[in-house]
Nanobody, 117 residues
Framework: QVQLVESGGGLVQPGGSLRLSCAASDRVGSGNPMGWYRQAPGKQREFVASLIGGRDPRYGDSVEGRFTISRDNAKNSVYLQMNSLNSEDTAVYYC???????????WGQGTQVTVSS
């Protein structure tokens, strides 16, 4: 059972930046995707970004060009650099890792990001 722990959330002003981190308790093979989803109050969970190995990052339309995902396979960690934040980015951000062989998804407990002046 892989456990994921997010950190780095908080309160930031519009236009500001935050960097989220997610550390896995066990090795997540570089061929398996890791990434981020988010959920705002009253809304469905929304895809934010994912990365397999160190290549081919994928982004949700609403964050493309502002967020950057990166990964350190040696540390079993994935990161999300968020720039030019606005109020619509306010949400709980969840880290995930997918085992393509078993089909199991692992989720973190979430970290709150609030964008407000």
């Amino acid at each position: 059972q892989v456990q994921l722990v997010e950190s780095g959330g908080g309160l930031v002003q519009p236009g500001g930046s935050l960097r989220l981190s997610c550390a896995a308790s066990d090795r997540v093979g570089s061929g398996n995707p890791m990434g981020w989803y988010r959920q705002a109050p009253g809304k469905q969970r929304e895809f934010v970004a994912s990365l397999i190995g160190g290549r081919d990052p994928r982004y949700g339309d609403s964050v493309e060009g502002r967020f950057t995902i990166s990964r350190d396979n040696a540390k079993n960690s994935v990161y999300l650099q968020m720039n030019s934040l606005n109020s619509e980015d306010t949400a709980v951000y969840y880290c995930y890792a997918r085992n393509l062989f078993s089909g199991i998804d692992y989720w973190g407990q979430g970290t709150q990001v609030t964008v407000s002046s």
